[in-house]
């Protein structure tokens, strides 16, 4: 490969990328990564040499995201999701922009009654890591996965949050803990939707697929907050972007007694659901 500078090490992994349809923008996270860089730093040095012991990895890392479609998150080992890093890998989804916005509706929304938070579907911890940063109240987080609790674990002691872990299918872990808000990023995907190479193939298919049209999570979800004595004042989802009156009537039918909003994300599309309990 004949480059030498940083500057030229963007361009020619920006194209090698486009050949293969992949996004450009993985050059910059590759080299910001390798040269402990940030993006504003990455530009004002462009004319610097590239490290030549950094060369072949950097090569290597664009090969592998270019030919196998391998998430640069994976590759590099952690994400960013509201200001923070964390770490990711095959247990759990790669946080997306769009649950930024989850936690913004969730954080404006809460009411200083509201003592315990409850995050079921935990996966890499970012919401329940997050709200307990953001708002210092308790966080219950579970997930049926032991993989994703450990890997959430980590990342609540690397960013010194407290949460009380359990492990087991939504809501069943919790047990008869009082809950005033809970919220979720459940698997909501239609096991028949044709998804992109870096998602069907890298995130795990228990945090992206759900039966009956990629709704049953949100079906079991409520009917087990049915059965519960005590109910969350506060509800809050993220969903499909055509799933906003499905699960709208689920949870009027399910539990009935709240008020449901749908909200759309920054594109406009419909991306979370609210819903407060009628007082």
Do not use: C
Request: hydrophobic share 40%; charged share 25%.
């Amino acid at each position: 490969m004949v480059f030498t500078t940083i500057e030229e090490a963007r361009r020619w992994a920006s194209l090698f990328l486009k050949e293969y349809d992949r996004e450009p923008r993985v050059a910059d996270l590759l080299l910001e990564d390798i040269l402990d860089l940030s993006f504003a730093m990455l530009l004002a040095y462009g004319r610097d040499p590239l490290p030549q012991e950094l060369k072949n990895s950097f090569i290597e890392k664009v090969k592998e995201h270019a030919e196998t479609g391998k998430p640069v998150q994976h590759i590099i080992g952690r994400a960013h999701f509201y200001g923070r890093e964390f770490n990711v890998n095959e247990h759990v989804l790669i946080p997306r922009p769009e649950t930024e916005e989850l936690i913004d509706g969730v954080l404006s929304r809460l009411v200083p009654s509201d003592q315990t938070i409850a995050d079921i579907g935990t996966g890499s911890g970012i919401i329940a890591v997050t709200l307990q940063l953001e708002t210092g109240r308790r966080v219950i987080a579970s997930d049926i996965s032991p993989e994703a609790v450990q890997t959430a674990q980590a990342n609540a002691k690397q960013q010194g949050a407290s949460i009380d872990w359990r492990t087991g299918d939504f809501l069943e872990p919790l047990h008869n803990a009082a809950i005033d808000v809970l919220v979720s990023n459940p698997p909501y995907i239609d096991r028949s939707e044709p998804l992109h190479d870096t998602v069907k193939n890298y995130d795990p298919s228990l945090a992206l697929f759900a039966d009956n049209e990629g709704l049953a999570a949100y079906e079991t979800i409520l009917t087990q907050v049915k059965k519960r004595e005590q109910k969350p004042r506060l509800i809050a989802f993220e969903i499909g972007y055509q799933q906003g009156e499905a699960v709208k009537g689920i949870i009027q039918t399910i539990l009935g007694n709240y008020q449901v909003t749908i909200e759309k994300d920054i594109n406009g599309k419909d991306r979370m659901v609210f819903a407060i309990q009628d007082s």
